[in-house]
């Protein structure tokens, strides 16, 4: 797989440099549920996964036939799967009695553990409806353990104004200056900021050497600085950069402004195996969970 080879050549580099961009993805169209489009940047053939990361899709449509069909009743166990809505909302319900709306801005942060049901319904705001979902990997240790919901509006999660003009909306993780975000106790010791810059702009952000990361930019372009051996490369909108070995990342903007998400993780270095909606580390444990769900034991 192209991005173990790329992250690999950044192993021994050194952490205290600039994360340069070692891969770019573009996401791939398709659709999922019951007929919601979407662009798949991780799970897709061309980044099957980022470690601790296993799907990114973006939801960005002003045609309501692309999303009204939603993602009817289906199960999950083994994982985390974080909603964040810039525009429109995200409706959900689970057989274990949760349910509400995500609206613009907020985040849900699912830990699905030893299982749910849940459908969620995508739904439109003046005609407009865009958001990501990320899935999360729990470590073995907690891929059966009580599901649970971390749940937080806009108004919830903090946003820091740069003295360069950029605002970081901080959802998880804490930024260099200790602005923290509301998501709590993820093993994976997740980042996971909404950053604006404005035009010809900058961005610089302390990242731990020991977390894969990437940035998805939605809106704009950016410049992604390659430091002192690498290269400057430019990313557009739709684009997926996956981040290589560092401490930090450097980014600009040029006449437009931009929009991205920076996250990062600790990879967990443990085998996957992954059938459909369940993501645990071996085959039999995959079936067990096909088992548990027809049993009706979730
Ligand atoms: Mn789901």
Known sequence: MAVEKALKTQKGADTSCTRPVVLSVQGLLTSDGDGVKLRRFIGSSTLSMLDPFLLLDAFDSDEPRDYLGGFPEHPHRGFETVTYVLAGRVRHQDNRGNNGVIEAGGVQWMTAGRGIIHSEMPEQHNGLLSAFQLWVNLPAAQKMR?????????????????????????????????????????????????????????????????????????????????????????????????????????????????????????????????????????????????????????
Request: charged share 15%.
């Open 146 to 298: 009580q599901p649970q919901y971390q749940e937080f509006s806009a108004a919830q999660i903090p946003v820091e104004y740069g003295l360069d003009g950029s605002e970081v909306r901080v959802i998880a993780g804490e930024t260099s200056t200790g602005t923290i975000g509301p998501i709590k106790n993820v093993p994976t010791e997740p980042i996971y900021f909404d950053v604006a810059v404005r035009p010809r702009g900058s961005f610089v952000e302390a990242l731990p050497p020991t977390h894969n990361s990437f940035i998805s930019v939605y809106e704009g372009s950016v410049v992604i600085s390659g430091g002192s051996f690498g290269r400057d490369k430019v990313v557009e909108a739709g684009t997926l950069a996956v981040l290589g070995a560092g401490n930090h990342v450097h980014v600009t903007s040029k006449d437009t402004g931009a929009k991205f998400l920076l996250i990062a993780g600790k990879p967990l270095n443990e085998p996957i195996a992954h059938g459909g909606p369940f993501v645990m580390n071996t085959r039999a444990e995959v079936m067990q969970a096909f088992q548990d769900f027809w049993a009706g034991r979730f």
